[in-house]
């Protein structure tokens, strides 16, 4: 074993402190090899000697730019276009019909919002977008809003750029994939790239959803925070989900992945369909959130 990938049980307890207080994110002890891999690179290119020497420099006040290349190093972003297909289904089955429904009622403005929360490099709210405006055009009158998260600005430095391989495409229905994606040729062959009409309506910004707050304004008809809750411990679920539900519509959903439970933990959420929820409440006007019913809101802060 060299000096850099060198980890004594008490300084990787010093690091599993460091990496909870700030992202909530638990490494279990299994996990020691995994955090000296992921950073290795990183020694590398600072020139330290080892985990004792990074660990000083991350700790140092000034150093919160290095603590988040820390957090993008040791996360594991994985996701899909249209991932978990059910919940794409669900919503145009039982939700855009409803809200269809309250627009020309006049008792819905024609305006909505998305969070995608835990975005990872965008698949999921470019996914969210392509579904909006087939549904929702703008031309038609509508104003759509879907925001992209996450902790790593690697991740959403990709996101933001909207380049993916053709491999991908594979995840994306035909008709949305020649809709909304352009196919990359000469230097960009084998890429695709979301289209203008997406980079119009899905904006990215960095968010620790284990914060105290969120730099985020008004309420969202609907939150998507899927395979993110899994990373963290009961005590930081906790916590993730009532700062989410802060930004909930009254009348809005939470879409978590089919892997993840809510019970226990957010008591005021009522179940409406497998891992969709909504806020519990004996107002008549929560029935409409079986079918989705929400209100709009304000701009946010990115």
């Known amino acids: 074993m060299n000096d850099r990938s060198r980890l004594t049980p008490s300084l990787f307890g010093e690091y599993q402190r460091l990496i909870y207080n700030d992202a909530g994110i638990w490494l279990a002890s299994h996990k020691q090899a995994l955090l000296t891999g992921r950073l290795a690179r990183r020694l590398r290119l600072l020139g330290l000697g080892n985990m004792q020497e990074y660990y000083d420099l991350v700790t140092q006040p000034d150093q919160q730019h290095e603590r988040a290349v820390m957090i993008d190093c040791i996360t594991t972003n994985e996701t899909h276009f249209f991932r978990e297909p059910r919940h794409f289904d669900y919503l145009e089955r039982q939700v855009f019909p409803k809200w269809q429904q309250e627009a020309t009622a006049g008792i819905r403005p ?7 929360a835990g975005c ?15 549904h929702f055009p703008e031309g038609k009158g509508w104003g759509l809003e879907v925001l992209g998260t996450d902790i790593s600005t690697r991740v959403l430095e990709k996101a933001r750029v909207g380049i993916y391989s053709m491999e991908k495409s594979k995840e994306i229905p035909t008709d949305h994939l020649h809709a909304y994606m352009l196919k990359g040729s000469g230097d960009h062959k084998g890429m695709m790239k979301v289209s203008p009409e997406l980079h119009r309506v899905v904006r990215f910004a960095r968010l620790n959803l284990h914060a105290d707050s969120y730099p985020v ?64 409440s004996s107002n008549p006007v929560h029935e409409q959130v079986r079918a989705g019913g929400a209100t709009a809101g304000s701009s946010f802060q990115s």
């Open 110 to 116: 024609p305006h909505l919002r998305i969070w995608s």
């Open 120 to 134: 990872s490099t965008g698949e999921e709210p470019y996914s969210l977008a392509m579904l909006l405006l087939k």
């Open 217 to 280: 304004f008004g309420s969202f008809d609907l939150i998507f925070c899927r395979n993110v809750l899994i990373y963290f411990d009961q005590e930081s679920k906790t916590k993730v989900i009532a700062g989410i539900l802060r930004h909930l519509s009254p009348s809005g959903l939470l879409f978590v992945g089919h892997s993840e439970h809510l019970g226990g933990i957010a008591p005021n959420l009522k179940t409406v369909a497998p891992t969709i929820h909504a806020l519990a």
